[in-house]
Each structure stands twice: as C-alpha cells, then as structure tokens.
Nanobody, 123 residues
Framework: QVLLAESGGGLVQPGGSLTLSCVVSGLTFSSYAIAWFRQAPGLEREFVAAISRSSDWTDYAASVKGRFACSRDNAKNTVYLTMNTLKPEDTAVYYC????????????????WGQGTQVTVSS
C-alpha cells in the first residue's frame, strides 16, 4: 500500500517560516518525482513546487519562487517544503503527490496523494 503522509503544518504569523514534510512508503521512492500542491477554501488546487527523482531540478509557482524551497532525502523517503516569508495568501491545505512521470506530477495528475496538512498564516 502506498502512503504519503504530510506533516509540519500549523499556525504562523505573517513573515514567519514553516517546513512541511512528506514521508512516502510503499514504493521505490527514488524512482518518483514529487510535487506539492495547495488548496485554499473556495479555490481550486494549485501547483506549488516539484522536485525530480534525483533532485537535479526543482520547479516553483511564481507566487512562491524565492520564498519556498523543495528538497528531498531519498535515504529517508522524505520530501521537504521549506516556506519562508509566509503571507496570509499562503493559507491552504498543502498536499504532496508522487508519480514516476515528472510531467504528470507537475500537472496534478500524479498517481498518489497524501491527505494534506493545514497551513494558516495569520496574526
């Protein structure tokens, strides 16, 4: 059974930082590209960031570029999303997704998804 488990969400003040983790089990982690998406209430899910199997490339939405960083540790089957200079508009449920195809995972068509972790940016 494939499981993706996000953690690290919470309440943070504007300008603060959080690091989300996505622990993956049940598949050969190093063979999969991973993407982060988020969904705010009343809005569609949107792409946030992605990382290739070997970390040789990353991709970011324009709204988070320069503030967020995606990394992975293949020895720990874990992907991280480090979020800095958080803004109220970053408030959303954050999901990680996995697929062998980097193209599909960036499109939001990944085979596997986690349950999400809530991030709230508010004073």
């Amino acid at each position: 059974q494939v499981l993706l488990a996000e953690s690290g969400g919470g309440l943070v003040q504007p300008g603060g930082s959080l690091t989300l983790s996505c622990v993956v089990s049940g598949l050969t982690f190093s063979s999969y590209a991973i993407a982060w998406f988020r969904q705010a209430p009343g809005l569609e899910r949107e792409f946030v960031a992605a990382i290739s199997r070997s970390s040789d490339w990353t991709d970011y939405a324009a709204s988070v570029k320069g503030r967020f960083a995606c990394s992975r540790d293949n020895a720990k089957n874990t992907v991280y999303l480090t979020m800095n200079t958080l803004k109220p508009e970053d408030t959303a449920v954050y999901y990680c997704s996995a697929d062998i195809s980097a193209t599909l995972v960036v499109r939001g068509e990944g085979d596997y998804w986690g349950q999400g972790t809530q991030v709230t940016v508010s004073s």
